[in-house]
């Protein structure tokens, strides 16, 4: 959420990169300026009778001991009348202060100095590239094949027992899957992340911690009956760890890393691009979250961005990172960079990880801050990437290492899964 004190002293600056965000209300930052005139001169009119109240009660303390009955009572009849004034004038500051929250959720995140104007994918702006597409058999076939050819992943069951978007891996596929989660969690560990396993399910004021709601509401797994949800990445629950507290500025910088089954309901998707292990309803994630001070987040957002790229790199994966535009971000992120490996079967570009820098936005809804040297509180910055997702990479890696031998396996997987090449 943004901080009034942002809008207040910068409304044109505000406009201006929402904008760049292609957010069309823009009108809504003088209704929420506004309304907090309105607020805060209600705030002083309330303070005013209270110290008017305040003055009279003493009064009436005097006017008693000096056995002043008469003009106690006067006093008494002030004072109710003010009450009721006090009263009423904090009815109308909840309501107030009740419309101007609900204004303030409206607003997606500010974007960084660095984010672009743009409309959609295709005015992302491409920073790195690494690798080349391999040159494969003439008869390649597409990770949906290979996992049927191969006994790996059995789409069919999953829609069976459950429906589409739920594959079941199965044999050396589960084993892969395994083996991935495995030396992506102990690569994040190396660089200094504290493993945590979250609860899958949430409750609302989590969701809304970390910006979930109400933005994306249509696309969780909701369960009524305990008002909670399934979580659509670890970044939920991990970051809500630190929720409603108040920590030491020599905690910071804090890096969490955890690996999870997130659930996505994807609503309006379908076509070729889902087919597979492109699109799905449950898959698995390593996610890394870093809280950090304001003053070096953008450092921590570089330092994130360089661990996910070697990861790839020693998997050997081709891979480019672009750096997306205002009209693609998310609602939430300050600046997000997003990493595409190529699957050379499908000759496309797979998005992999997304990692990005939230700045104050979810700490201020998380009601996060760090006591600083200063004696006062501030706000953290909040960061969070995939480290990495599972499925279109696991599509990647079978695609691009299929061979008339078999699949090879990739060099650091081969010690964890006791294989070299996966053999029909």
Same mark, same amino acid.
């Given at each position: 959420?943004?901080?009034?004190d ?12 929402l904008a ?15 309304l907090d ?27 008693y ?6 003009q106690?009572?006067?006093?008494? @009849?002030?004072?109710?009348s003010?009450?009721? @004034? ?13 419309l ?6 409206l ?19 491409i920073?790195f590239e690494y ?5 494969l ?9 290979l996992a ?32 991935l ?6 690569e ?8 945590? @396993?979250?609860?899958?399910l ?12 109400p933005d ?5 797994y ?10 659509p ?10 929720r409603d ?29 889902? $087919?597979?292990?492109?699109r ?6 390593v996610?890394?979250v870093?809280?950090?001070h304001?003053d ?9 961005v ?16 672009? $750096? ?30 997304s ?5 104050t936005f ?10 600083g040297?200063d004696g ?17 990479l ?15 396996i990739p ?7 006791q294989?070299?090449i996966?053999?029909?």
């Open positions: 959420m943004l901080l009034l942002v809008i207040r002293e910068n409304p044109s600056v505000v406009k201006k990169k760049i965000k292609n957010f069309k209300n823009l009108e809504i930052i003088d209704e929420i300026i506004d005139k309105q607020r805060r001169s209600l705030q002083l009119q309330r303070d005013q009778q209270q110290k008017e109240l305040n003055d009279l009660s003493k009064k009436i303390g005097h006017a001991q000096s056995k002043n009955i008469d106690a009572e006067k006093l008494k @009849q002030i004072s109710s003010i009450k009721e @004034q006090i009263s009423q004038i904090e009815k109308q500051h909840d309501e107030v202060a009740n101007l929250h609900e204004k303030l959720l607003l997606p995140n500010l974007p960084s100095d660095q984010v672009k104007p743009g409309q959609s994918a295709e005015d992302n702006e920073v690798g080349h597409p391999p040159h058999p003439f008869d390649a076939l597409p990770h949906w094949d049927k050819k191969f006994n790996l992943i059995d789409f069919e069951l999953g829609a069976k027992i459950t429906g589409s978007g739920f594959p079941v891996y199965t044999g050396i596929g589960a084993l892969y899957q395994r083996a989660i495995h030396f992506f969690l102990n994040c560990i190396a660089a200094g992340y504290y493993e945590i @396993q979250p609860p899958l949430v409750n609302e004021s989590s969701a809304f911690g970390t910006g979930q709601l994306k509401d249509k696309q969780m909701f369960v009524p009956e305990d008002n909670l949800y399934l979580i990445t670890a970044e939920v629950p991990v970051t809500n760890l630190y507290m108040i920590i030491g500025e020599n905690e910071l910088p804090i890096k969490m890393v955890a690996y999870s089954v997130c659930f996505r309901r994807e609503a309006g998707s379908y076509g070729k691009d889902v $087919r597979g292990l492109n799905l309803h449950q898959f698995d994630k996610e890394i870093q809280i950090t304001p070096k987040s953008y450092d921590a957002l570089n330092e994130m360089d661990h996910v790229k070697n990861i790839l790199i020693k998997l050997n994966l081709p891979f480019r990172i672009v $750096r997306l535009c205002g009209g693609d971000m998310s609602f939430a992120s300050a600046l997000t960079y997003d990493f595409e490996v190529y699957s050379a079967a499908q000759q496309k570009w797979l998005e992999v990880s990692v990005s820098n939230f700045e979810q700490a201020v809804r998380m009601k996060l801050k760090f006591k040297s006062k509180t501030h706000y953290p910055h909040t960061l969070n990437g995939s480290s990495l997702a599972l499925p279109r696991l599509a990647a890696l079978l695609e691009n290492n299929q061979t008339n031998e078999g699949l090879i060099e650091p997987l081969r010690d964890i899964m294989l070299n996966i053999k029909s």
